[in-house]
């Protein structure tokens, strides 16, 4: 028993091949292990990521852009998966023991990253229901945007003033998501509001043939003008016109710029808010009248000098007005000593 240990060690290797293997590297035994090693990293891994980019290519041209990044990526991570094991192998590592351990540290990991987990298991379910694909306009909440990747954990998207959002799968999946562009024609809602004095049929008949004057608008569908009820200052219409989503944006930018400039040629006003206030019912409307206030006579020019200061001005030919009692004896229902 004393020899076995006492062989044990004398010869380590002979318990670990591990220990084996880096003893003879050390003495120059086995140069070529750690060249193949370092030849599969440095040449598989550039090899691979060439690949990838590759096949991401193909299968988005003959697919969809989503289906080549999933595709990419799972070239990707399978290929530096078996490199790692090749390397391992070629230095003689057991892999036995990094099983086990990855076992263990996986559990761990799992209790401590439960939402990781979430929206990776979220992410699966987003590229096989495939709400929106990659390039798609999204809404998700008060966020509009362009959709640049699907990965794992999160949706990347690109706003129109170009900000880059990160919006995780988890959320998402919980979320009212709106895919924009997934049909390739819109249709564009106008509110247009006009006086009450218009006629309505004929408010009608000049959008329609503004919206046919437009080359951007679509025929079939065809263009239709509803009318949405009386607003507190506006007769409230609304135009709808069909466009193709690339179209879409100009169209509205143009149409707005055509019904103003052609209601202006045909007198038709676009009234702005107007507040009337009314007693009720019964009551007639409060009177207003304006009235401009005469300039102020000056005291020291065209005054008549007879009159005394108290006296007060009557015209020609009119009643004077009877004098009052004096200011220093009061009014009979003044008395002060009372009844």
């Given at each position: 028993m004393l020899e076995l240990v006492l062989g044990f060690v004398q010869e380590p290797e002979a318990v670990d091949p591990t220990i084996n293997f880096w003893n003879r590297l050390?003495?120059?035994?086995?140069?070529?292990?750690?060249?193949?090693?370092?030849?599969?990293?440095?040449?598989?891994?550039?090899a691979l990521l060439?690949?990838?980019?590759?096949?991401?290519?193909?299968?988005?041209?003959k697919y969809t852009p989503q289906q080549g990044m999933v595709a990419a990526k799972a070239v990707f991570y399978t290929g530096i998966l078996?490199?790692?094991?090749?390397?391992?192998?070629?230095?003689?590592?057991?892999?036995?023991?990094?099983?086990?351990?990855?076992?263990?540290?996986?559990?761990?990991?799992?209790?401590?990253?439960?939402?990781?987990?979430?929206?990776?298991?979220?992410?699966f379910f987003l590229i096989g229901e495939r709400p929106f694909e990659v390039d798609?306009?999204?809404q998700v909440g008060d966020t509009v945007g362009r959709v640049l990747s699907i990965d794992t954990l999160s949706v990347k998207l690109r706003t129109f003033d170009n900000r880059f959002v990160r919006i995780p799968n988890e959320t998402i999946v919980k979320s009212q998501v709106t895919t924009i562009t997934r049909f390739p024609i819109r249709r564009l809602d106008l509110n247009v509001g006009v006086a009450y004095k218009e006629d309505v049929a004929r408010v009608r008949e000049l959008l329609l043939e503004v919206v046919e004057r437009n080359p951007r608008a679509l025929m079939e569908p065809a263009?239709?003008?509803?009318?949405?009820?009386?607003?507190?200052s506006a007769l409230e219409l609304r135009l709808a016109v069909w466009a193709t989503r690339e179209n879409f944006i100009t169209l509205k930018n143009s149409l707005l710029e055509q019904i103003k400039n052609r209601f202006d040629q045909e007198g038709v006003?676009?009234?702005?808010?107007?507040?009337?206030?009314?007693?009720?019912?019964?009551?007639?409307p409060f009177p207003v009248r304006v009235v401009a206030e005469p300039p102020a006579p000056d005291s020291h020019e065209?005054?008549?000098?007879?009159?005394?200061?108290?006296?007060?001005?009557?015209?020609?030919?009119?009643?004077?007005?009877?004098?009052?009692?004096?200011?220093?004896?009061?009014?009979?229902?003044?008395?002060?000593t009372g009844p």
């Open positions: 050390v003495r120059g035994e086995d140069p070529g292990a750690l060249f193949r090693a370092l030849l599969l990293v440095f040449v598989g891994v550039p060439g690949f990838s980019r590759w096949f991401r290519g193909w299968v988005g041209k078996l490199i790692l094991i090749s390397v391992l192998h070629q230095l003689e590592f057991s892999l036995a023991p990094l099983l086990g351990a990855a076992g263990i540290v996986g559990i761990a990991v799992g209790f401590a990253s439960q939402t990781s987990v979430s929206n990776v298991i979220s992410g798609d306009v999204v263009a239709a003008v509803f009318f949405d009820g009386y607003g507190d006003e676009i009234p702005f808010p107007h507040r009337t206030l009314y007693a009720g019912v019964v009551t007639d065209g005054s008549d000098p007879s009159l005394e200061p108290d006296e007060p001005a009557t015209r020609e030919g009119a009643d004077p007005e009877p004098p009052g009692p004096p200011l220093s004896e009061p009014m009979p229902d003044d008395d002060p």
